[in-house]
């Protein structure tokens, strides 16, 4: 019964190829996030969707898009693979409450190698 | 950049003592969140403390808030090897929904 999955857990790839990333999560949460983590640990937001609606797009190249297709799910497809995206991809839901702190529920991550 | 800085950057304690990590950010905040992450494993919430609070407990931690110096500190006590970790801090930068998490705190606990 895990509340936020990601499939696949691992994804080893070639250079300039397109791979897509899966998420859902059961919680029924409004809010779902893609997070991306280095070698280094810095982990920084990439997208926000709430109720299938963009919130945060942050500087990121256009070869991300994310795409959900309700709100229990949000998929992030990359195209034209670069050696610089390998990382790995946290998905991340939670329940916006007005007025109250948002607590994120994390995904067990997809290491994605591109070589 | 808005990330926040932890340090140490590692840590390395024996079982039963104390374990502090040190959380700065910079900007305004309603609220400070503290996560662990398992080798391997997603992020996992651990605590939540609000801007108008000093100090919270939830069992073997202790979080503190001071907001003057925009910093934060987690205490875990009596430290087991399953404590062994990644800790990290996150704040909701400028009242937005975003959050902006910290470098992270290594933590080893030998048995």
């Known amino acids: 019964d895990t509340a936020v999955s990601q499939t696949p857990k691992y994804l080893v790839t070639q250079m300039g190829n397109d791979k897509s990333i899966k998420c859902e999560q059961n919680?029924?949460?409004?809010?779902m996030y893609w997070y991306k983590q280095d070698s280094k640990k810095f982990l920084k937001i990439m997208f926000s969707?709430?109720?299938?609606?963009?919130?945060i797009n942050e500087t990121v190249p256009n070869r991300f898009s994310p795409k959900s297709p309700d709100k229990a799910h949000l998929n992030l497809h990359i195209n034209s693979l670069e050696l610089g995206d390998s990382a790995v991809y946290f998905c991340?839901?939670?329940?916006?409450?007005?007025?109250?702190?948002?607590?994120?529920?994390f995904g067990p991550g997809t290491r994605l190698l591109v070589l | 950049s808005q990330q926040g800085e932890e340090d140490p950057q590692a840590l390395s304690i024996q079982e039963g003592e104390n374990a502090t990590m040190n959380c700065s950010y910079k900007?305004?905040?309603?609220?400070l969140q503290w996560y662990r992450q398992n080798s391997g494993r997603g992020l996992v919430h651990l605590i939540l403390?609000?801007?108008?609070?000093r100090e919270k407990h939830s069992g073997r931690l202790r979080v503190t808030l001071d907001t003057s110096k925009k910093s934060s500190s987690l205490l875990i006590t009596a430290s087991r090897a399953a404590d062994t970790a990644s800790y990290f801090c996150?704040?909701?930068?400028?009242?937005?929904?975003?959050?902006?998490f910290g470098t992270g705190t290594r933590l080893q606990v030998f048995p």
């Open positions: 900007t305004s905040i309603n609220n």
């Open positions: 969707y709430n109720n299938k609606e963009l919130i």
């Open positions: 996150a704040t909701d930068a400028n009242n937005t929904d975003k959050l902006i």
């Open positions: 919680l029924g949460h409004d809010t």
């Open positions: 403390i609000r801007s108008n609070e």
């Open positions: 991340a839901s939670s329940q916006d409450r007005p007025g109250a702190p948002q607590t994120q529920y």
